[in-house]
């Protein structure tokens, strides 16, 4: 895998603040000038898909990266805060928490021999595979939540 996890980290941050700013332009278009829904929807759905990009990519790095859970946490939840993703990225690369390369291979750290740690090195070395799978994962989750639809409309 060429991209390193804070290049992957840091493009995911950048595109999860963009596509808040293109909601949060569509929100304020929908409402001041009665534009259509559907470029609501679009930039709704399009944000959701880099939330969710972002999402597996903040686990993935902290995994790799072994931050602490309340960081990787921290790094998903921050996604629900418009404009914090890219800020906590210079955040971890201040503190050089996304320094290094991925995890292929196994060290004398105990916690490499974990079953987890080794299908995460499994798949970390099998990079297409890898995005394939995130990818099926993502695209099944936003599938099931379209289904689902609007938030508001979960309980109805």
């Known amino acids: 895998m060429d991209a390193k996890p804070k290049d992957i980290f840091g493009s995911f941050a950048r595109l999860e603040m963009i596509t808040w700013a293109l909601l949060i ?4 278009a929908r409402e001041t000038i009665g534009l259509a829904g559907t470029i609501f ?3 709704g759905a399009t944000h959701g898909l880099a939330f969710m990009g972002y ?6 790095v902290g995994v790799n990266q072994r931050w602490s859970i309340g960081n990787t946490v921290l790094a998903v939840a921050l996604a629900i805060v418009p404009f914090a993703t890219y800020p906590f990225d210079r955040y971890l690369e201040k503190r050089s928490l996304l320094e290094g390369e991925w995890r292929i291979e ?3 750290d105990p916690r490499d021999n974990s079953w987890f740690d080794k299908l995460f090195r499994w798949f970390i070395f099998r990079p297409l595979l890898l995005v394939l799978t995130l990818a099926v994962f993502v695209v099944s989750l936003f599938a099931f939540l379209l289904w689902l639809g609007p938030p508001g409309e979960w309980g109805n």
Do not use: N
């Not at 332009?25 to 304020?28: D, E, L, R, T, Y």
């Not at 999402?55 to 993935?60: C, D, M, R």
């Open 106 to 108: 196994g060290t004398k």
């Open 41 to 43: 929807t679009i930039a």
């Open 55 to 60: 999402a597996v990519t903040a686990v993935l």
């Open 25 to 28: 332009a569509a929100i304020i």
